[in-house]
């Protein structure tokens, strides 16, 4: 591991209020220096540096990691620098430092995920997707904060752009490290929105890829047909190819595709179409965060893209209409799923948040019958979503009902995440909205195993956006 492993205290939750206000012009990507790494121009050791001084900076504030493993880094970084120079990287993402949310097992770090039935937990072995990073050169940086299980009660971070604010969950600290600048990739999970949620309040790039597509071997399970492994980083180019290196690398989930599209960020594409979905988080966003995503629709309609919306098109308003019902058997698979492992723990004695034991107690009441409902009736809503690829090349919504919520006991509303979460296809968020200087992102949604088509419209959006 090396000599110098800090281990950050992430129980006694004193949020400090010293971070000030910053801009959202924070990110780090990594894409963009590797490709001056072999010149000498720069180097994964520089590169690393620059990210340690900000950790040092800030994170004593932020609270993103649980343990880090600097003395590790830096030799793994000098490692790379020399594959570099011999012209011999690993692979695109050799020398690019990445956190991982502290669900997912690491050989070199205690993986406790926020609860004291794990406190000490050391994994004999890598997860899948840690030990295909480690193989392409990645540097594991250290462990983030998740909230309890990645569904409980939150941890201590806050958001990077604004100390009283929630970084959201349940990759908090995953949001906060790449928001902050920290590191430019993080490893997350989203069972509902717990990648895309953060993402969007701390102004960060990320990828829920379509399910099954990432393999979740050694990663701590809430529900297994709703789980996804997700990327959160400091650009679009950084956020695909991370994704789509480790679902060739440790391969997808038993019986489903692997990542389509090319291994480097594919080709921007514009779209002919775009579908607005509101959810039900429409609801909840104020008349700033309609006002803003609004602009932002308008920039893209300017470029000629047609934006159809579901209040004057009956059969996109349909489409809005399942993916809110999806809401309904989704809870129900959710809780099901969750009776293992923790109904056992619970059992047992272990203490388990109230949150969590609301889900246990509910997944009590669903009989087999119920379950085998549930799945019934989510096949026929992916069936009926997807046969609308046919008028729309994706769809648009907010990545969340507006900018990071004010104290830390509510992360967010899961309103406009979870219908693609529960229907298991791929989904970005694009942080190109803010309300009052706070960030925001852009929510692309596309289809089933359509995540390279997903990631060449986005490619397009954001380079429209940016200019």
């Known amino acids: 591991m090396g000599a110098l492993l800090i281990r950050l205290n992430c129980k006694k939750f004193d949020r400090g209020n010293t971070v000030p206000n910053i801009s959202a012009n924070t990110l780090r990507p990594f894409a963009a220096a590797r490709r001056t790494f072999q010149s000498g121009e720069d180097s994964p050791r520089a590169f690393l540096e620059r990210c340690i001084e900000v950790i040092e900076a800030r994170d004593r504030d932020i609270k993103a990691f649980t343990v880090l493993g600097l003395d590790a880094a830096r030799a793994a970084a000098d490692a790379a620098t020399e594959r570099y120079k011999n012209g011999e990287p690993l692979s695109l993402l050799d020398g690019c430092p990445v956190a991982v949310k502290d669900i997912i097992d690491t050989a070199d770090f205690l993986t406790e995920m926020n609860s004291a039935i794990h406190k000490g937990r050391q994994p004999a072995a890598d997860a899948a997707c840690v030990a295909a990073l480690k193989r392409g050169g990645a540097i594991i940086l ?15 971070t806050i958001n990077p752009h604004d100390p009283e604010r929630t970084p959201g969950g349940s990759s908090s600290g995953s949001g906060a490290s790449v928001g902050a600048g920290m590191t430019p990739v993080a490893l ?38 709703r789980d996804h492994l997700g990327v959160l980083a400091g650009s ?46 429409w609801k909840e966003c104020d008349d700033a965060t309609r006002a803003a995503f609004e602009e932002t629709i308008k920039i893209l309609s300017d470029q000629g893209v047609e934006i159809i919306r579901p209040d004057s098109n009956q059969s996109l308003a349909a489409i809005d209409q399942v993916a809110i019902e999806a809401e309904r058997p989704g809870r129900d ?25 609301g889900y246990v107690e509910n997944g009590e009441t669903i009989s087999p019958a119920q379950y085998r409902d549930a799945l019934e009736a989510r096949d026929l809503m992916r069936m009926q979503v997807g046969a609308y690829s046919a008028d729309v090349d994706a769809f648009i919504s907010p990545a969340s009902s507006g900018s990071a919520l004010l104290g830390f006991d509510f992360t ?20 190109h909205m803010n309300v009052d200087e706070m960030p925001f992102g852009l929510q692309v949604m596309g289809f089933g195993n359509g995540d390279g088509d997903l990631a060449a419209i986005s490619h397009w959006i954001d380079d429209t956006l940016l200019a």
């Open 142 to 156: 250290g462990k983030t904060v998740t909230t309890e299980f990645a569904c409980g009660i939150s941890g201590p």
């Open 188 to 225: 997350g999970t989203q069972t509902a929105g717990s990648v895309l949620r953060p993402a969007s309040f701390c102004g960060a790039y990320a990828i829920k890829p379509s399910i099954g597509a990432t393999n979740l071997g050694g990663v701590s399970p809430v529900c297994p047909t």
């Open 333 to 357: 698979i959710m809780c099901y799923e969750m009776l293992w492992p923790f109904l056992a723990y619970r059992d047992q004695g272990y203490e388990l948040s109230a949150t969590i034991l």
């Open 236 to 281: 679009l180019e950084d956020t695909w190819v991370t994704a789509h290196y480790m679902s060739h690398a440790a391969g997808p989930a038993a019986g489903q595709p692997a990542l389509s599209g090319t291994p480097e960020l594919p080709k921007a594409q514009k779209p002919l179409r775009l579908g607005i979905l509101h959810f039900e988080g």
């Open 412 to 431: 967010g509303t899961r309103t406009f995440q979870a219908p693609w979460s529960i229907l298991g296809f791929p989904s970005l968020t694009l942080p």
